[in-house]
């Protein structure tokens, strides 16, 4: 079972950057997908970006360009960084491991998540 622990958030205005940390306990099993979510309040959970085992990655339009999903295999850490932020933005971040698909509904282990705050 892998445990996924998120860090890294906090509270910026808008213009700057953060950047996020998903840490694994284990990667043991063929994981075929790692993704960041985030879900503002009143809003539902969205995906943000994936990295699949091939090195493709997929963003939400929204966030094309400001941010990147990357992953040091040495340390099986997940990262996001965040930059040019907009208070729309803002939310709770969670990262998450698929071993099947980059589907949403995929994802079967998630993280607490981390808070990201943006101010105008």
């Known amino acids: 079972q892998v445990q996924l622990v998120e860090s890294g958030g906090g509270s910026v205005q808008a213009g700057g950057s953060l950047r996020l940390s998903c840490a694994a306990s284990?990667?043991?099993?063929?994981?075929?997908?790692l993704g960041w979510f985030r879900q503002a309040p009143g809003k539902e959970r969205e995906g943000v970006a994936t990295?699949?085992?091939?090195?493709?990655?997929n963003d939400l339009d929204s966030v094309k360009g400001r941010f990147t999903i990357s992953r040091d295999s040495a340390t099986n850490t997940l990262y996001l960084q965040l930059n040019s932020l907009k208070p729309e933005d803002t939310g709770m971040y969670y990262c998450?491991?698929?071993?099947?698909?980059?589907?949403?509904?995929?994802?079967?282990?998630w993280g607490r998540g981390t808070q990201v705050t943006v101010s105008s």
């Open positions: 998450a491991v698929s071993a099947t698909t980059c589907g949403y509904g995929a994802f079967k282990a």
């Open positions: 990295l699949a085992r091939s090195g493709t990655t």
């Open positions: 284990v990667y043991t099993y063929s994981w075929v997908c």
